[in-house]
């Protein structure tokens, strides 16, 4: 299936994407902006679904590596992750049939449709996440033996680096020092892979489902309806928690921005506290000690006035917010999956219990 | 002229470029193990001298880069310098017809003799400084305007980084990141040019300088001379203080081995204090404020008891010293020359003034 994508669907996506993006993923107003421009020059940008991948076709996958709060003051021009497409395709030899997302996320689910535009190449719809995660082994296709290496970095300034690991964990390693180094953000291209690969190892529809999550929020307003309980609806969420941020400790570290949040609850949770703790992405969400939802689960922040997902770099003191978890796709409940991505990769001393 | 190396040469070698690698460039014995066994194994080593050098040739240098000290612990196979080699000829597709050593140094000025003696390629006796400095900027191809770009980088486990920048001096910040991810030490290649540049912008006779260093001190024990003055003569050195080793301050820090040296004068310099600054190499000595000597002149530590160059991971309490301080090479007394490697460009607040 290809469908051609209108202005209205970058709107929806990037309310969609924001939302399975789970905090991290990049800000989703910055990658709109990009794409709508693009759009309104003229260019055409063709989504695939999986199914038209053949066994023989080369995808590359491209993306924003950094902490996201970086990109509020190093606004990209876009044509860095081009750069990163161009100078793969003419270093490696290798003619890429599609660009695909890695992740889902303000930034990460639109730089692909913005590359697919600029370099007339088809985006193809399956990405390695279905969310977004902070590392760069945080993929399905990980679990499936694709290697992340060549990983081909652009800075804005013209700085490329290239990155051919021993292992998907080192990758992650030397890019993450790398994008430190670059001042804090980096595009990025990796896990390219043949189209039979591919097919196996995505998660495929992860922009079709943003788009109708935010089209459904969208009409739901519209039609004077609660956008709230659409959301829960066409996500199928689970409502957490309701509170008002009172408290917010965040710090940029080895490449991350990290911390935590504390809520206090009202409406039907008044009297209670709730706790999340993120590292770019929200990691898991607490009630007391006790865990209400955690990784590879999603986890995301809506602001209750504006039924919109919040990013964690927009955090901040006084929000009114209501928390939404969302199940993962079935590769990350894995025993693998969940020692690539489970609470207790991320330093937590507990089991993953699914929502 | 083409001279083939035989295994005193490098023991030879080995005392020689320690004296010029002013404290850096690698450990000796380390170096010299290397090069030994491949001799011995019935390899050649020949070594051109810079005039064999064609317009149409391609010269690549090859070094380690990081703080020396890891070395001690992180002992190279010398299979990574072979590898980085290899690998710039498959990737870039240049055929190499000689590889250069980049610096002075125990390990630095024997890498290039092994990894030719291990690929079949020619080894040209010019490098970018004459002695060692510890930033990739800090060579005479900098001067030159040379890239360092591509720099390709190797560490023992096999993990490969080609880093690609817009000038010389981010080219040192990222590879120096990845260096310090790779754990402290890598092995590299960078300013690969050719001949007529090469020619132009590289210092001579650094390798065969070294020779003669080691072979006249070598002679003079044979003989019974005095060790110390022979190393004097024959390196054209100034003796500029003899005493102990009565303070040591060290760390490893942003990937360099940085520290300062209290020497409490004896003999002749009996009743006067010096200290010594290094980042890697020795930069500045003084006696109380007054600068005795500094970069981008060569100032080398020099085991009293032994008459062997200490390297500044080696420096210990206690240990009786004499300082000795050589002219730089005449590229290094220019304005751009001061401004790349003088002391101000090391933050020390003073004018250089040469020995």
Same mark, same amino acid.
């Given at each position: ?186 595009? *990025?291209?990796?896990?390219?892979? #043949?189209?039979? !690969?591919? +097919?196996? @190892?995505? =998660? ?6 943003? $788009? ?48 935590? *949040?504390?809520?206090?609850?009202? #409406?039907?949770? !008044?009297? +209670?506290? @709730?706790? =999340? ?6 990691? $898991? ?71």
């Amino acid at each position: 299936m290809v469908r051609k994508l209108v202005s209205t669907d970058i709107d929806d996506l990037a309310y969609g994407c924001a939302v399975l993006g789970t905090g991290g993923g990049g800000d989703p107003h910055i990658g709109k902006l990009m794409v709508k421009q693009v759009i309104s020059d003229g260019k055409e940008i063709n989504l695939y679904s999986v199914d038209e991948v053949d066994d023989k076709d080369w995808i590359l996958p491209v993306a924003m590596m950094g902490a996201p709060v970086i990109m509020i003051e190093k606004l990209p021009s876009g044509t860095e992750s081009v750069n990163a497409m161009n100078f793969f395709e003419h270093e490696m030899k290798k003619k890429i049939s599609f660009i695909s997302p890695i992740e889902a996320g303000g930034v990460n689910s639109t730089i692909p449709l913005f590359v697919g535009a600029m370099t007339n190449k088809r985006v193809v719809d399956g990405d390695g996440e279905g969310r977004a995660f902070p590392e760069l082994q945080m993929v399905t296709y990980h679990l499936y033996d694709i290697n992340a290496s060549p990983i081909v970095m652009y800075d804005e300034k013209g700085n490329v680096n290239v990155v051919q690991a021993v292992n998907n964990i080192w990758g992650e390693k030397i890019a993450r020092s790398v994008t430190i180094r670059f001042g804090g953000s980096a595009y *990025i291209s990796l896990y390219y892979c #043949d189209g039979e !690969s591919y +097919r196996k @190892a995505t =998660i495929p529809g992860t922009i079709a489902k943003s $788009i109708d999550i935010g089209q459904r929020v969208r009409e739901a307003k519209k039609e004077g309806k609660d956008q709230f309980d659409a959301l829960l609806d066409v996500a199928e969420a689970k409502h957490l928690f309701t509170g008002k941020i009172v408290d917010l400790e965040r710090k940029v570290e080895k490449g991350f921005a990290r911390g935590r *949040i504390t809520i206090d609850g009202t #409406d039907e949770f !008044s009297g +209670r506290t @709730a706790s =999340i703790d993120f590292q770019n992405e929200n990691l $898991i969400l607490r009630e007391e000690e006790k865990v209400i939802a955690s990784v590879p689960d999603l986890i995301t922040v809506i602001d209750s006035e504006s039924s919109t997902p919040i990013t964690t770099e927009h955090l901040r003191y006084g929000l009114r917010v209501k928390v939404i978890g969302i199940k993962c796709d079935s590769k990350w409940r894995t025993k693998k999956g969940l020692e690539t991505v489970g609470p207790r990769y991320f330093g937590y001393d507990i089991n993953y219990k699914p929502l």
